[in-house]
């Protein structure tokens, strides 16, 4: 989470239950809500990288390196 905050645009703006939804504008519009747990499957951390580098329009691997 604070990976997407810091190096991709997105920002906190909201919390729901035990997810917290991040929002970007650059390039489109894109939300997101991520499970607020110290530790996520790796299905969803594969789910969450994948929509990222759709709405970014790069690579996965691109998502993960700052």
């Keep these: 989470m604070k990976l997407l905050c810091k190096h991709h645009g997105y920002s906190r703006v909201n ?32 789910s969450i990288l994948n929509a990222v580098a759709r709405a970014k329009g790069i690579s996965k691997d691109d998502v993960l390196r700052p």
């Design 15 to 46: 919390k729901e239950g035990s997810h917290v939804v991040l929002q970007t504008e650059i390039p489109q519009h894109h939300r997101i809500a991520v499970p607020d747990h110290r530790v996520l499957r790796i299905g969803t951390l594969n």
